[in-house]
Structures are given as C-alpha cells and as structure tokens.
C-alpha cells in the first residue's frame, strides 16, 4: 500500500503509523538517541516484565504501565519512571493507538534513533489493557544470576536472549542506584547502541564512581562509569559468560541477536496472530562509525576472562591517559 505521505508500506493499517512516528522525531526524540529515547525503552521493558507464562500478574507488552501509572508507579521498581510517563502523555493524546501500541512503537522509534542499533521489529495490535501488572515482576541489579534467568524464562526469553537484551545498557545511565552522580553511564558510549558495554563490564573493577558501594552496583573500571551488579554477574556466570563474550566486539552479531530477543520482549503476553508486522515503519538507523576499542588506558589483558574457550577479538586501545566519563 502506498500512504498518503508517499511512503510504501505492506499491509495498509501500518499508515496510521506515520503521524504518530514524526510527532516522537519531532518532538520527544532526539539523534544520536536522548534520555527521553533511553527513559521510553526502560518503560517499556518495565512493561514487557509484567507477564508470566503461568499468568495471572499481568498482560505483558500491553502498556498498562501507562494505563494504570497511578498502581504501576507506586511499585518501587517504577517510581523512577512518573517522569518519562509525563513526557509522553501528550504524545498518546494526539494519536489513537492502545497505550501498549504506543509505548512498544516509540520504544522501537527511539531505538533506530541510536546508531549502531538493529532495527527493531513492530507489530502492531495490542488490545488496550485490562488491568495493572503485579509488583516485583522485573529484576533487581542485585538479584543473583539465577533469580534473574528464571524471571526471564517466565516471560519465555532464554539466556542467550537475555544477554542479547543487555546491549540496551549501552544506551542506558544511572540516576537511583548511585544517586550522587545521576546520568551516569554503563559504558563510555551511551549515545551509541554499540558492544562497548560487553567489552568495558569485563574489565577489572578497580573503585566506585560516586558515593561508595551501593545496593546492585559493584567496582567499575572508570571513573564516571556505573557497574551494576547483575551485569557484572551475567558477564561472569558459567551459564552466560561465553554468551556475553562472543558479543564483545562483535556488532554484527550483537545487532542480529539483539533484534531477534527485542522483538519477543515487545510482544510478552500478546496474540502474535491477531497482530499485524509494521515493520517496515521502523526507521533504518545509521550505522556505528568507531570500530570496538578498549577505553584509554585498557588492554585485552585487563579483561577478566570467563570464556577462555571464546577467542576475543583484536580491539586497539584509544589514545591518551583513562577518562573521567561524563554522564548522558
Ligand atoms: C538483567 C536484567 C536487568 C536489570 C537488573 C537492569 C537494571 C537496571 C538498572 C538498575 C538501571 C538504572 C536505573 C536507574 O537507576 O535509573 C537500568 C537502566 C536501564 N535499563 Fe536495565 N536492567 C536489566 C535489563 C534491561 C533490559 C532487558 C532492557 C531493555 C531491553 C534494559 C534497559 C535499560 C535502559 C534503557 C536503562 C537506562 C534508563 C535511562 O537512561 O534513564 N534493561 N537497568
Ligand atoms: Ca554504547
């Protein structure tokens, strides 16, 4: 179907998309990706966690972290995440989608606003939600390996997904878990959705970047950088630490495993067969320019190897004395 901005689509409903895509480039997101880009996918992962195969705590990717914010935020996973729900209140009040439509459409708008990401899948057609998802339903950054797998494996992502997943921590900063250096970044490049957070979570940590040890962060190599635990963790456990090395370095690799498990993690507790692949709606976003790097000051012999059965990838070190990273 052509639309009536010209565009080329598959199937026809995907048209209504276009005005609902230019008001968030327009007005919400910004390239390479903002907070407001980061903040909309935290929400939507948030969203996505509010499922189980065995049901009963909540629809899943259905937006009812929106649509019920007044439960939802309350949780103390979310309280965090009033602010970015203010943002895009007035976005949903101009267009006619399910807030669960909107919420996993501009999670995947702000992705392909980051260079170096895949583009993301969108199906579209979630039914607005029901009801509110139960508390306790995401993972803590101090929950053990364990706890974390199994909550994923309730929402049917297995590890190697998991760890796929955490390449949006490369796009992501800190404002609650060390509250005294707020936008702190997981890795030295939180504009671009790249590998450097495989590579920069195995090196030795060496201090803490703010106020000392906090619940769920652990020693960072770099001043201004935040390490959270469960990735530190993830990256070292038998069950995931050849999962989390083969992607250091690897784009390629990390954009194909990445866009395979984001597509799963939209549609958590939806009807696939009732939605309709609006994919091509997506934006195509620009590629990574930098190759993989150790940050100034690293080498590979830094690395705290976990998977010596995976060979790393040759990475140069960048130039000068080790940086101070400055916050997102
Ligand atoms: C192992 C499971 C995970 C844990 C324990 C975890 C934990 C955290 C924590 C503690 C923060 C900092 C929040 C703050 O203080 O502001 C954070 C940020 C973030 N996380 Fe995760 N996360 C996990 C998985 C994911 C996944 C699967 C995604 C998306 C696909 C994701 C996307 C983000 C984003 C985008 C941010 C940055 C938000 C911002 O910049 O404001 N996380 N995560
Ligand atoms: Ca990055």
Known sequence: AICSNGKTVGNAACCQLFPLLADLQENLFDSPCNEPVREVLHLAFHDAMGFSIRG?????????????????????????????????????????????????????????????????????????????????????????????????????????????????????????????????????????FDTQIFTEVLLRGVLFPGNGSNVGEVLSPLRGEVRLQSDFEIARDSRTACLWKE????????????????SSLSVTGQNTAAMV??????????PVTVPPFFPQGFTSADIEDFCPSVQLPPLSTLPGPAPIVDSA
């Not at 692949?277 to 620009?286: E, F, K, L």
């Open 277 to 286: 692949d609006c994919s091509d709606v997506i934006p195509i976003p620009a």
């Open 56 to 192: 009963g705590v909540g629809g899943g990717s259905d937006g009812s972290i929106i649509t019920f914010a007044s439960i939802e935020t309350t949780f103390p996973e979310n309280t965090a995440l009033v602010g970015v729900i203010g943002w895009v209140t007035p976005l949903i009040a101009r267009h006619n989608f399910s807030d669960g439509d909107f919420l996993h459409f501009a999670a995947a708008v702000g992705i392909a606003t980051c260079p170096g990401a895949p583009r993301p899948n969108f199906l579209l057609g979630r039914p607005q939600a029901r009801a509110p998802a139960e508390s306790g339903l995401v993972p803590n950054a101090s929950d053990s390996v364990t706890a974390i797998l199994a909550r994923f494996a309730d929402v049917n992502i297995n590890p190697s997904e998991v760890v796929a997943l955490l390449a949006a921590h490369s796009v992501a900063a800190d404002y609650d878990t060390d509250p005294v250096i707020p936008g702190a970044p997981f890795d030295t490049t939180p504009g671009i």
């Open 247 to 262: 992607l250091v370095g690897n784009q390629a690799r990390m954009q194909s495993q990445f866009k395979a498990a984001f």
